[in-house]
């Protein structure tokens, strides 16, 4: 299990870096309310968490090696 976790954990971290690059075309968003007062946007996804989206590549690599979380 080690090996896999290493492994899958690997891969993960190549695939979260590449994804995380930063996007030269994204404009970031300037939301208001009727009044002009700032805002919050939209939150943000898991896939745009470097970490969070690497998590969730690495748990989706062992599943795909047959494992699976069980309640202790």
Do not use: F, H, I, K
């Not at 309310?33 to 939209?42: A, E, L, S, T």
């Amino acid at each position: 299990m080690e090996e896999d976790l290493a492994q899958c954990r690997g891969e993960a971290r190549l695939q979260a870096a590449r994804a995380s690059l930063p996007r030269t075309t994204a404009v970031p968003q300037l939301l208001t309310d009727p009044g002009g007062r700032p805002v919050p946007g939209p939150t943000r996804s898991r896939t745009d968490d470097p970490m969070l989206l690497e998590q969730d590549l690495t748990g989706a690599c062992m599943r795909r090696n047959g494992y699976e979380l069980a309640p202790r």
